[in-house]
């Protein structure tokens, strides 16, 4: 596609749901990460995919999170059991190389999932 | 922790102003340095990166290592300029970016 694109956009969901958030990044983007923002906040490191190798998930604050991304393409951020303080802006972005390295890589954020939970 | 800092939620110039927006960082190795920049209903996007030495619409940033600082600046700001911006820095490993508060810049006419 032109961009990385999240689905839904808007998510509302009560106390103690499951949720599931979709990036589909740019085709043949290596690299893929996921970024909480909170209302306020500068975006908070998840997690980093090469393919579909997670390589780095020491962003994620508890067992309740979890990220795939089976076939190194699409990627799915899902939160059980959620809190109300998991209320915030999910932000994916894709890059075509491995890591961020600078001079030659460039990261390309979606638009957000903005979820909020009651 | 690495840390980026940005210790001005908002700043309000007037056109044709300068402007600065401030950035520090805690020192580790050596830093890679960026400003994002998002506008209204807009997505995040780079602005510059410290490697470049580059000038984008009108902004540019040095890394000062011994103040541990990125700053933002613009010699006259436009209105369209009026934006969130983000400093952000990653490590060695590169594998990802660690982003300040933000700073929102409000560029009056």
């Known amino acids: 596609g032109a961009g990385v694109s999240q689905s839904p956009r808007y998510k509302v969901a009560k106390r103690g749901q499951d949720v599931a958030l979709r990036c589909d990044p740019i085709s043949g983007h290596v690299s893929l990460f996921w970024y909480q923002q909170a209302l306020g906040q500068g975006p908070e490191f998840l997690t980093y995919f090469q393919n579909e190798a997670q390589l780095d998930k020491s962003g994620l604050p508890s067992d309740r999170f979890f990220a795939e991304r089976p076939e190194g393409s699409v990627s799915t951020l899902k939160i059980q059991r959620t809190q109300q303080e998991d209320s915030a802006v999910y932000l994916c972005?894709?890059?075509?190389?491995?890591?961020?390295?600078?001079?030659?890589?460039?990261?390309?954020f979606g638009a957000g999932s903005r979820l909020t939970v009651l | 922790a690495q840390r980026v800092t940005q210790p001005e939620k908002l700043l309000s110039v007037f056109k044709g102003a300068p402007v600065e927006l401030k950035c520090n960082y805690s020192?580790?190795?050596?830093?890679?340095l960026f400003w994002y920049v998002q506008y209204s209903r807009q997505r995040l996007q780079l602005l510059l990166r410290h490697i470049s030495r580059e000038s984008i619409k009108g902004f540019t940033a040095d890394l000062n290592k011994g103040e541990t600082s990125f700053h933002l600046k613009k010699p006259f700001a436009q209105e369209e300029d009026s934006a969130m911006y983000y400093c952000?820095?990653?490590?060695?490993?590169?594998?990802?970016?660690?982003f300040g508060s933000g700073t929102k810049l409000n560029v009056k006419p």
């Open positions: 020192y580790s190795g050596s830093p890679e």
């Open positions: 952000a820095r990653t490590l060695y490993n590169f594998n990802k970016f660690y």
């Open positions: 972005a894709s890059s075509p190389l491995q890591g961020v390295m600078t001079g030659a890589n460039v990261l390309t």
